[in-house]
Nanobody, 123 residues
């Protein structure tokens, strides 16, 4: 499977962005999906995950109430709606496919990664 993330850009504090992660190749609807983010010199940080059914989601405390993860099976795409953005949300955002149906907050549970899209929030 190939994952292509898009939708990043420059936004002011308080603004919104919607990231997309399009899957192609050997796709499956039986895997959870997740979003992570990374800044230079830091480890990859969990942001959000969604189960294979789309019925279960989980978020990092730092984004809870501001970000929403969702998936569109017909389009083989996972989205991350980001509202009320803060400068500390600035990072490269990466989407990934979980080995499991339930999704996960742990990097080691993911077996395919997209290339990332840069989000910059100005103060």
């Amino acid at each position: 499977v190939q994952l292509q993330a898009s939708g990043g850009g420059l936004v002011q504090t308080g603004g919104s962005l919607r990231l997309s992660c399009a899957a192609s190749g050997r796709t499956s609807s039986n895997n959870g999906m997740g979003w992570f983010r990374q800044t230079p010199g830091k480890e990859r940080e969990f942001v959000a995950t969604v189960s294979w059914s789309g019925g279960a989601t989980s978020y990092a405390e730092s984004v809870k109430g501001r970000f929403t993860i969702s998936r569109d099976y017909a389009a083989n795409t996972v989205y991350l709606q980001m509202n009320s953005l803060k400068p500390e949300d600035t990072a490269v955002y990466l989407c990934a496919r979980s080995r499991y149906a339930t999704g996960s907050s742990q990097v080691k549970h993911y077996d395919a990664w997209g290339q990332g899209t840069l989000v910059t929030v100005s103060s």
